[in-house]
């Protein structure tokens, strides 16, 4: 029976950080999420907001130089799994929790058949399992993901497969093993639209059979409303907004999160000749970012204090948090404004 109140996945204060001859790069600097049985959490934001490195980081696949892990917590089933060593993290990677990249062919081995991944998958996660015992196991798992004549194309090579059944192959390694938490970095963004939602309505079906904790790291909102249960969104390594989806999309706290939202086409819209909204400027350079808010030279909302301080994360309510100083109260503005002089004058 799935429970929806069980936390599988609780990351905290996660940061990662890469040195180049140009600096530190703060990839992902202080995220924090939870994720429960069942659940589809959807982590949304622009290219290189840190989305990606941070499940790359709870998967432990950074590599180490010129990246590195150095802090927070992540704490699957209650055990933080950045302190296990690579031989325990071995048995939880593709076992307990197990990832579904952008491009299924940069996964999958062209040179041996889908039969023998699959069976060298599941045999590693369980040693008591005999050959045939696998391959009736992957057979039954490509039956599950929509793969016609599962035991015919089982013995055919990746490039005998359209993209989008290579990427249900990946779905079938992934939850062959029964795994808790299926990570999924943009598993659409190689397909086309009618593949695109095939493939996450297979998603959404297994998460419920199996009782599957899902992420899923996304640019497109369209995806989130329609998947997701929760919704995180990301901004120069940081989560700025995070909330219940239905919430997030009706009341809209941060002014990027208003942004994101509002570049979207609408169905509804009155005038179908207006441009598109977009938000201007570009991302920051997280190289050696300074410690105030970054998204302040694109917001048309910025006051002194978004230039001095990094705001403080508040609560609103309903499992609603923004990192914002328009919800932050004067007192609080007038205090870092206040720190902010000092530090200034003590330089």
Known sequence: MIDK?????????LKTYFKTDAGVVKAVDGVSFSVHQGETLGIVGESGCGKSVTNLSVMRLIPSPPGKIVGGEVLFEGEDILKI??????????????MIFQDPMTSLNPFLKISTQMIETIRLHNKNISKKEALERSIEMLGKVGIPSPEKRIQSYPHQ???GMRQRVMIA????????????DEPTTALDVTIQAQIL?????????????VIIVTHDLGVVAGMCDKVCVMYAGRIVEKSVTDDLYAKPA?????????SVPRMDTKNKNDRL???????????????????HPRCHRDMEVCHQAYPPTVDLGNNHEVSCWLYSGEEA??????EAAEKEKAL
């Open 333 to 338: 503005i007038a205090k870092a404004l206040k």
């Open 277 to 295: 909204f977009s938000i201007e400027g570009q991302p920051p350079n997280v190289i050696d970012l300074p410690p105030c808010c970054p998204f």
């Open 254 to 262: 941060h002014p990027y999160t208003e942004g994101l939202i509002m």
């Open 85 to 98: 060593s690579e031989a325990e993290m071995r048995t939880v990677r593709g076992d307990k929790i197990s």
């Open 173 to 184: 390694m992934a939850l062959s093993c029964n795994a808790q938490v299926l990570i999924a």
């Open 161 to 163: 497969f359209s993209g």
């Open 5 to 13: 109140k069980k936390t599988v996945l609780d990351v905290k204060d």
């Open 201 to 213: 309505e297979l998603i959404g079906t297994l998460s419920k059979e199996f009782g599957t904790a």
